[in-house]
């Protein structure tokens, strides 16, 4: 299972998953930028390192530019982390998850129906 990432990190490997899984640094910071972020230089390469490390990210050199490519995907991610988080918070017991879901009125009577439909579907019928 992949490592957690910080909030910081996550923000670069969405923009990351949503250019097909993989993006130059230029691009990376230009969507940065687009979106009001004004991280340094410094500080984005220093969490494309990490996320190097982690295991979240690959480097390819391209003449001196790298492309940084994910290893695994967003919904890999997800459910790595649910996963994680229903074994450290709910000791396993997903039951409980969605007990509290639907006590604090997270969970709907419509996302209730949508859930039943994917479980008569099955998860393959996508």
Known sequence: MAQSVSDSEFELMKIIWESGGSAFYAQIAGRLAAEGNTWNKNTIITLLSRLVEKGMLRTDKF?????????????????????????????????????????????TPEDYAKLQEFWDRGENDE
């Open 63 to 107: 003449g001196r530019r790298n492309r940084y490519t994910a290893l695994l995907s967003q919904e890999e991610y997800q459910a790595g982390q649910t996963e994680s988080f229903v074994e450290k918070i709910y000791e396993g017991n997903v039951q409980g998850l969605l007990a509290t879901l639907i006590k604090k009125e997270m969970l």
